[in-house]
Nanobody, 123 residues
Framework: QVQLVESGGGLVQAGGSLRLSCVAS????????MGWFRQAPGKEREFVTG????????YYADSVKGRFTISRDNVQNMVYLQMNSLKPEDTAVYYC????????????????WGQGTQVTVSS
């Protein structure tokens, strides 16, 4: 199986930045799409961003375009989420996720999940 562990969450002021990290262990990490989802209180989990195994293709939710950047390092088995210009509405538990499907862009749910890390953005 694939194991995912997130880190880097915390409390930040609106307009600030935060970088989340996710380390993957297990089999064929470099062949899996990686991504980030988030779940705010009282809301369903939503897709934030995803990146293909090659790192060439990336997709972002409209709500984070221009502010968040996903990247991956297949040598270190890491995926990152750089979050800039944070807003209170970004407050959520952020989950690292991975999926082996070539149709990961439309697949729901993804196969593998981390434990989540809390991001809180204050006004």
């Amino acid at each position: 199986q694939v194991q995912l562990v997130e880190s880097g969450g915390g409390l930040v002021q609106a307009g600030g930045s935060l970088r989340l990290s996710c380390v993957a262990s297990g089999r064929t990490f470099s062949s899996y799409a990686m991504g980030w989802f988030r779940q705010a209180p009282g809301k369903e989990r939503e897709f934030v961003t995803g990146i293909s195994w090659s790192g060439i293709l990336t997709y972002y939710a409209d709500s984070v375009k221009g502010r968040f950047t996903i990247s991956r390092d297949n040598v270190q088995n890491m995926v990152y989420l750089q979050m800039n210009s944070l807003k209170p509405e970004d407050t959520a538990v952020y989950y690292c996720a991975s999926d082996p499907s070539q149709y990961w862009r439309t697949k729901n749910p993804w196969d593998y999940w981390g434990q989540g890390t809390q991001v809180t953005v204050s006004s």
